[in-house]
């Protein structure tokens, strides 16, 4: 068990001279040195923490974990794993233990040959070594297994061989890239269910990478989101769900995606902050209003935020007066079992509403045609505005 720190950590790979600095290639920066594939990331991991780096495919997740498993060279800052710089320690003496999307499985050797390899070539004690191994399958469930060689296996019971491996070498910190990726969506679900309680039997650091939302919200104590090589944000789940830090991570972070509109930030003549869209005016909520107050946010064209799951249909396309509605058409509706999943045309936009299709009582009546009129509205309390210019969010 260990903690891990990275201060200003950069990478930058050589280019071929073709581009020239200030070029772009897949939105990463272009310097004269080359591509800079991750930009000055500073990250303090506690000991027995679980992190998870998310974003999408290049962002610089991978590329970060490598280099902290010693695999890639670190072009700028420091590293330290307990304490100790490690920027120059070889990756067999930086006493981690990486698990590969690939498995990386010893086809000739049986499961116990796979799982006992790394600890023979430390001359371990041969009754040391067969006590760590059953040990590592008694946790994995696989000790039925361990006679098998990996062609007789599934991609989950390989997968779990692949971890075991890592688990026998007891290591300060676990290394995970992306490990659930080559499995089916049943699958996933169970092994993602097997990390957790592996996490709580083994107890120490894990550094996960992942571009799977549902693995990143269930598994980790914080997550680290990336785009172009820059952290975007770093909080616990719900953070990064309730309080984006900009209009990136609103987007990556939910399913379905967050909706996002046009709109103008006003203030009445009570000075409460509100959001105009089209005819409707939504008054935020009192936390929302202290947050623009503190920082004196002014008035302004801003990009409205509002997830799927808070927007309510309304009554009979009604109104009760204080209820400020939006009015569209049903383009698509998507039934999911227990939610139905409303695309709807409206002012222009595309917008996305989740609909319950089931409650305590059990389903409820939700059938939406092709073209029929809906009105819509949400409150104060789940709108995010974030700024035209710079996409982040102007509470924070």
Same mark, same amino acid.
């Not at 103008?264 to 936390?287: C, F, M, P, R, W």
């Given at each position: 068990?260990?903690?891990?720190?990275?201060?200003?950590?950069?990478?930058?790979?050589?280019?071929?001279?073709?581009?020239?600095?200030?070029?772009?290639?897949?939105?990463?920066?272009?310097?004269?040195?080359?591509?800079?594939?991750?930009?000055?990331?500073?990250?303090?991991?506690?000991?027995?923490?679980?992190?998870?780096?998310?974003?999408?495919?290049?962002?610089?997740?991978?590329?970060?974990?490598?280099?902290?498993?010693?695999?890639?060279?670190?072009?700028?800052?420091?590293?330290?794993?307990?304490?100790?710089?490690?920027?120059?320690?070889?990756?067999?003496?930086?006493?981690?233990?990486?698990?590969?999307?690939?498995?990386?499985?010893?086809?000739?050797?049986?499961?116990?040959?796979?799982?006992?390899?790394?600890?023979?070539?430390?001359?371990?004690?041969?009754?040391?070594?067969?006590?760590?191994?059953?040990?590592?399958?008694?946790?994995?469930?696989?000790?039925?297994?361990?006679?098998?060689?990996?062609?007789?296996?599934?991609?989950?019971?390989?997968?779990?061989?692949?971890?075991?491996?890592?688990?026998?070498?007891?290591?300060?910190?676990?290394?995970?890239?992306?490990?659930?990726?080559?499995?089916?969506?049943?699958?996933?679900?169970?092994?993602?269910?097997?990390?957790?309680?592996?996490?709580?039997?083994?107890?120490?650091?894990?550094?996960?990478? =992942?571009? !799977?939302?549902? #693995?990143? &919200?269930?598994?980790?104590?914080? %997550?680290?989101?990336?785009?172009? /090589?820059?952290?975007?944000?770093?909080?616990?789940?719900?953070?990064?769900?309730?309080?984006?830090?900009?209009?990136?991570?609103?987007?990556?972070?939910?399913?379905?995606?967050?909706?996002?509109?046009?709109?103008?930030?006003?203030?009445?003549?009570?000075?409460?902050?509100?959001?105009?869209?089209?005819?409707?005016?939504?008054?935020?909520?009192?936390?929302?209003?202290?947050?623009?107050?503190?920082?004196?946010?002014?008035?302004?064209?801003?990009?409205?935020?509002?997830?799927?799951?808070?927007?309510?249909?309304?009554?009979?396309?009604?109104?009760?007066?204080?209820?400020?509605?939006?009015?569209? =058409?049903? !383009?698509?509706? #998507?039934? &999911?079992?227990?939610?139905?999943? %409303?695309?709807?045309?409206?002012? /222009?936009?595309?917008?996305?509403?989740?609909?319950?299709?089931?409650?305590?009582?059990?389903?409820?009546?939700?059938?939406?045609?092709?073209?029929?009129?809906?009105?819509?509205?949400?409150?104060?309390?789940?709108?995010?505005?974030?700024?035209?210019?710079?996409?982040?969010?102007?509470?924070?």
């Amino acid at each position: 068990m260990a903690s891990v720190t990275l201060k200003n950590i950069k990478k930058i790979y050589p280019h071929s001279g073709k581009q020239k600095k200030g070029e772009k290639k897949t939105n990463l920066q272009v310097t004269d040195k080359g591509v800079v594939a991750v930009q000055e990331f500073s990250l303090n991991i506690a000991d027995r923490e679980f992190i998870v780096l998310i974003g999408p495919s290049g962002c610089g997740k991978s590329t970060t974990l490598r280099m902290i498993a010693g695999l890639e060279e670190i072009s700028e800052g420091e590293l330290y794993i307990d304490g100790q710089l490690v920027n120059k320690v070889p990756p067999k003496d930086r006493d981690i233990a990486m698990v590969f999307q690939s498995y990386a499985l010893y086809p000739d050797k049986n499961v116990y040959d796979n799982l006992a390899f790394s600890l023979r070539l430390k001359k371990m004690p041969k009754e040391e070594i067969d006590r760590k191994v059953r040990e590592a399958a008694e946790i994995l469930d696989i000790t039925q297994y361990l006679d098998r060689k990996p062609k007789a296996l599934s991609g989950g019971q390989r997968q779990r061989v692949a971890i075991g491996r890592a688990i026998v070498r007891n290591p300060k910190v676990f290394l995970m890239d992306e490990p659930l990726s080559n499995l089916d969506a049943k699958l996933r679900n169970q092994m993602r269910a097997e990390i957790i309680k592996l996490r709580q039997r083994i107890d120490t650091t894990f550094v996960y990478v =992942t571009h !799977d939302q549902t #693995e990143a &919200m269930t598994l980790g104590d914080r %997550l680290v989101i990336m785009r172009d /090589g820059f952290i975007q944000q770093i909080g616990t789940p719900q953070e990064a769900f309730e309080h984006p830090a900009n209009r990136f991570v609103a987007g990556f972070i939910g399913s379905p995606q967050m909706n996002f509109f046009d709109a103008e930030l006003i203030q009445q003549k009570n000075g409460d902050y509100a959001v105009v869209l089209g005819d409707a005016t939504i008054v935020l909520s009192s936390g929302k209003q202290a947050r623009l107050s503190t920082k004196d946010v002014q008035p302004q064209s801003v990009i409205l935020g509002v997830r799927p799951e808070n927007i309510a249909l309304c009554e009979d396309g009604g109104n009760d007066g204080n209820q400020a509605r939006i009015c569209g =058409t049903v !383009d698509v509706c #998507e039934r &999911m079992g227990s939610a139905a999943h %409303l695309h709807v045309k409206a002012g /222009g936009y595309d917008v996305v509403i989740v609909v319950q299709t089931m409650d305590k009582n059990g389903p409820t009546q939700a059938d939406f045609a092709m073209g029929q009129s809906i009105a819509f509205t949400f409150s104060g309390s789940v709108a995010h505005v974030f700024s035209k210019e710079t996409e982040k969010n102007l509470e924070f």
